[in-house]
């Protein structure tokens, strides 16, 4: 029989535990905390504790409880997590028979506060001896050299995070109990997630003042005679002025300079379109210029996060994720860095595989080195790259989820470019002129010639682009051999109508790269500020941008107007700067955060701060008033009365027009788009609520009175019910949406009762003599059903085909073979949510009702829907995030991953690859450590 183990390594995951324990031999037992063990308390209940005064030590008058004792240099009231207490008891228990303690849990702060409260909860005895492992890959290689140097628990580090977690709580805490009760319930506030709100919200504003300007261009095409190859030309100047392009006009729609350019009217650009056609072009002016680009330095976490925003259409917590398992399989170094250096072994191994792979041609001379800009990068001691062996992301494709492989392959891409040569090219402008009425008219041509790929022979940027950018590269082209004093042929030419467009939404990736250019948060952290501000109401995220809810605009107004210190980019970035000095030993916490909370000690100029948190609170909640925090103004009506958008505390947003005496009020849904709410779209409404409500007939067979009301999601018919339906809790009223071609001002008791005349029996069919029912109003249009069969009307007027419907063509429709895939045949049971943005093949996600409760499907995995979400309010986004997890969850339990388009799909041998995905997303994997000790 085998020894027992006589040492014990802690981490904090289950995957990197099990890739570990198989590195090491067996007088190791690898055990895992899964994540943080334990955190601030929440409530005086928490703090197991005899004496009330003690209790009290973590209040604080009017901000109430918080978890730490601001008198006493701060102390923090940690207390263990309740779902925590088993897994440490299980960790206590294996202790008492091994001599050594291997504390190996992540190389960052978080990592060490686990280390530090895994030591403080454990209490090993004398004869134990403590170790701290560190390790950048999980590889033999890699472990075996932390083991030959273990080192101790950094204390600073472990400073620093207590410092950042109890500022968090300080602040969050009391600015999100004001917001919830005097905004909107549930909504949050913080240090890092409030300036990343107020920069969604301000983006939008910039939208909703956006005026858009439309300006005409003259685009076409020409060529030298006798030759093939024509090539794009435009028009850039009249004379000496330029011709208008986007740029050119301000955000209210305005030239910006008055002289010197050229806003294009219709009748002078046909005019001009006409005299350049009908003569040859000179060729005045050839300008050659070579260029370079340079590769990219390896990935660091923000940057990884932005590149597979923009090339891969990953959000930020996928990437993550990704990246995580990629880690803890031994496949890449650790994810959270801020890093770009590559050890020397990892430059070896680079330059060796691009040597052998793409020959010595592209190698770069030189070893390239970079230098990390990032202040206080300081937490890690290498780029994110390849692990080990630096496998072909080929040798592993049949191994990792599509989400896996993508992100290794972009890592595996971005390693090997960083030691490449550059990229060549020579960029060639050609000026063309022409004549009218003795006025120059200038084109221009442009064209790239790539004379050496270089780098992007491996892996090529992506980068936000502004329209203008947009607008100029589509006018490059491969160019013919030219010689200044030729004339060339105009074969196509068309005056174009363009339109200014307002600034781009944020998207994951670009806020990323913002948050980080501003020294706001740390790269670790990015993910689940993003997530905070999601899940609490504060923005959506829709076609991979960020948009802010009203809710949002009302959090942003009370920390303007009251907390402005929290909204403030250079007070945020300030706040990592300070919480990098902690790390480093050279500031100490307790001092930094007396002078956050109380203010300045009187002659103390280390910090701008002049009045503490504290005060600032204390002042605020006497003066907070949450219905002027909550109202966003839109306009004016014609007829003088203010419109706007107020937040309601329990029940979201709704449009209100005050004369200043009476409102009216209407509902709206919690998604809506705040720059689509325009004083058009919002008097619409509000006029469709004044027609609604009111009699418009009386119910063929019920002889009950038919309303028309303005609902949330639009218009549409009731029947009144009676006193004692009212009383019967189950009942619900018959509705009825309006029809395309009916209007609430003017809608009749025909249309009322030909809306409410749906579902229609037509008979029964023949074959089983279940009824057949025409549906005027499902997912998709109008359709017919029988029993689970159905079958969607296609005509080019859907509502008049339904309404004309007979049971001869309803039969014809249902023996039609079902055109979609399972449970396709009820689309009353499903909601087509979109295409899956991150797959060349476009698979359509699906939102069904199964046996066992509601799914999504991409027709190839499936995934449940977790049962504390409401299945209504599933987005795209959602689904993807469900399908991605189901998919590792498969992966992980040795199922085969999707294969490419064409060939059949493996079934996996395993039997246990069957995992539900009801639990909460941000906590589904359990070889992800908690997000919420990594919030900003």
Same mark, same amino acid.
């Given at each position: 029989m085998p020894d027992a183990p006589s040492k014990l390594v802690i981490v904090e995951s289950p995957t990197k535990a099990a890739t570990i324990r198989k590195l090491l031999d067996d007088s190791f037992e690898v055990e895992a905390s899964v994540g943080h063990i334990r955190d601030l308390a929440n409530k005086k209940s928490e703090i197991k504790t005899n004496s009330s005064d003690r209790d009290n030590r973590y209040s604080d008058g009017a901000i109430g409880f918080l978890g730490v004792d601001v008198e006493n240099d701060f102390e923090p009231a940690l207390v263990v997590y309740d779902n925590k207490k088993s897994t440490l008891r299980e960790l206590k228990r294996k202790l008492k028979n091994v001599s050594e303690l291997y504390l190996a849990t992540d190389e960052d702060r978080e990592g060490e506060a686990i280390a530090a409260d895994l030591l403080d909860e454990l209490k090993p005895g004398k004869s134990v001896a403590v170790h701290r492992l560190v390790f950048h890959e999980i590889t033999k290689d890699a472990i075996k050299h932390a083991l030959e140097n273990p080192g101790e628990i950094d204390r600073n580090l472990v400073e620093a995070q207590r410092a950042r977690r109890i500022m968090d709580r300080i602040y969050g805490f009391p600015t999100s109990m004001l917001a919830h009760t005097r905004i909107r319930q549930r909504v949050a506030v913080g240090r890092v997630q409030s300036p990343t709100t107020k920069l969604i919200v301000d983006r939008e504003i910039e939208r909703m003042n956006y005026v858009s300007a439309e300006y005409l261009g003259i685009d076409g095409r020409a060529k030298k005679e006798n030759n093939e190859l024509d090539f794009k030309i435009r028009l850039v100047a009249i004379g000496d002025e330029q011709v208008a392009v986007a740029r050119d006009f301000n955000a209210v729609g305005s030239l910006i300079k008055s002289q010197g350019v050229r806003w294009l009217k219709e009748a002078e650009a046909k005019e001009l379109e006409q005299v350049i056609k009908s003569q040859q072009l000179l060729v005045a002016n050839i300008v050659e210029k070579k260029g370079i680009a340079r590769p990219k330095p390896p990935f660091i976490t923000s940057t990884l996060q932005q590149a597979a925003g923009r090339k891969l259409r990953l959000s930020s917590r996928r990437t993550m994720d990704a990246a995580q398992r990629l880690f803890q399989n031994g496949h890449i170094t650790y994810m959270r860095t801020d890093s770009v250096t590559l050890s020397a072994e990892a430059l070896t191994q680079t330059r060796s595989i691009i040597q052998a792979e793409y020959g010595k041609a592209l190698l770069s001379n030189d070893v390239r080195r970079y230098s990390t800009s990032t202040s206080g990068a300081q937490e890690a001691h290498e780029a994110i790259r390849p692990a080990g062996g630096f496998r072909s992301p080929q040798s592993l494709q049949s191994s990792l989820s599509r989400d896996d492989f993508e992100v290794y392959n972009l890592i595996w891409q971005r390693t090997l470019a960083s030691q490449m040569i550059n990229q060549e090219y020579i960029d060639t402008r050609v000026s063309l002129n022409a004549t009218h009425s003795a006025t120059e008219l200038k084109l221009t041509a442009s064209g790239r010639v790539i004379t050496e790929p270089g780098f992007t022979s491996v892996y090529t940027e992506t980068t936000t682009k502004s329209t203008e950018d947009q607008e100029l590269e589509s006018e490059t082209s491969i160019l013919p051999a030219l010689k200044e004093g030729e004339l060339l042929k105009v074969t196509a030419l068309t005056v174009q109508l363009h339109q200014t467009t307002p600034p781009r939404r944020w998207t994951e990736a670009s806020i990323i790269e913002k948050l980080e250019s501003e020294g706001i948060g740390r790269p670790s952290t990015y993910t689940s500020i993003l997530e905070a501000i999601t899940k609490r109401g504060a923005c959506i995220r829709r076609n991979n941008t960020l948009i802010p809810t009203f809710t949002g605009f009302a959090v942003v107004n009370m920390l303007e107007k009251h907390f402005p210190t929290l909204v403030d980019l250079a007070f945020s970035a300030s706040i990592e700067k300070e919480l990098d000095a902690i790390a480093t030993g050279t500031a100490t916490k307790s001092e930094w955060l007396r002078a956050l909370y109380f203010g300045n000690v009187e002659g103390d100029e280390s910090t701008k701060i002049q009045e503490g948190f504290r005060s600032t609170f204390e002042t605020a909640i006497e003066e907070v008033a949450g !219905?002027?925090? @909550? #109202?966003? @103004?839109?306009?004016? /009506?014609?007829?003088?009365?203010?419109?706007? +958008? !107020? +937040? /309601?505390?329990?029940?979201?947003?709704?449009?209100?027009?005050?004369?200043?005496?009476?409102?009216? #009020? +209407? /509902?709206?849904?919690?998604? #809506?788009?705040?720059?689509e709410v325009t004083i058009e779209w919002a008097t619409k409404r509000i006029n469709e609520k004044l027609a609604g409500d009111r009699q418009v007939g009386l119910d063929a067979i019920s002889g009950k009175a038919i309303v028309v009301k303005a609902g949330r999601f639009g218009p549409y018919f009731e029947i009144v019910a009676s006193d004692l339906e009212l009383e019967d809790s189950t009942f619900k009223p018959r509705r009825a949406g309006l029809w395309p071609h009916m209007d609430i001002n003017t809608v009749s008791e025909q249309d009322a009762q030909l809306a409410l005349s749906f579902p229609k029996e037509l008979g029964f069919h023949p074959d089983n003599g279940s009824s057949v029912l025409a549906i005027a109003q499902g997912p998709y249009g109008p359709y017919v059903k029988c029993d689970t069969e159905s079958r969607s009307i296609e005509a080019e007027d859907k509502f008049q085909a339904v309404r004309e419907l007979t049971l001869d063509a309803a039969l014809k429709l249902l023996a039609k073979p079902k055109t979609r895939g399972r449970n396709q045949q009820n689309p009353s049971s499903k909601k087509e949510l979109g295409s899956r943005p991150d797959t060349q093949d476009k698979q359509v996600v699906l939102h069904l009702t199964g046996r066992f409760g509601p799914y999504v499907t991409d027709g190839e995995f499936n995934a449940s829907v977790p049962k504390d979400r409401d299945p209504g309010n599933i987005t795209l986004d959602d689904a993807v995030d469900l399908l991605v997890i189901r998919e590792a969850k498969i992966v992980a339990n040795g199922g085969v991953t999707r294969k490419p388009k064409g060939k059949t799909k493996a079934r996996s041998s395993k039997k246990n690859t069957k995992v539900s995905a009801n639990t909460n997303i941000t906590n589904i994997l359990s070889d992800i450590p908690t997000t919420d000790q990594r919030s900003g």
């Open positions: !219905r002027e925090l @909550a #109202t966003i @103004a839109i306009g004016t /009506s014609d007829d003088g009365n203010d419109i706007g +958008v !107020r +937040v /309601s505390k329990n029940y979201g947003p709704y449009l209100f027009q005050s004369n200043g005496e009476d409102e009216i #009020t +209407v /509902s709206i849904p919690d998604d #809506t788009i705040p720059d």
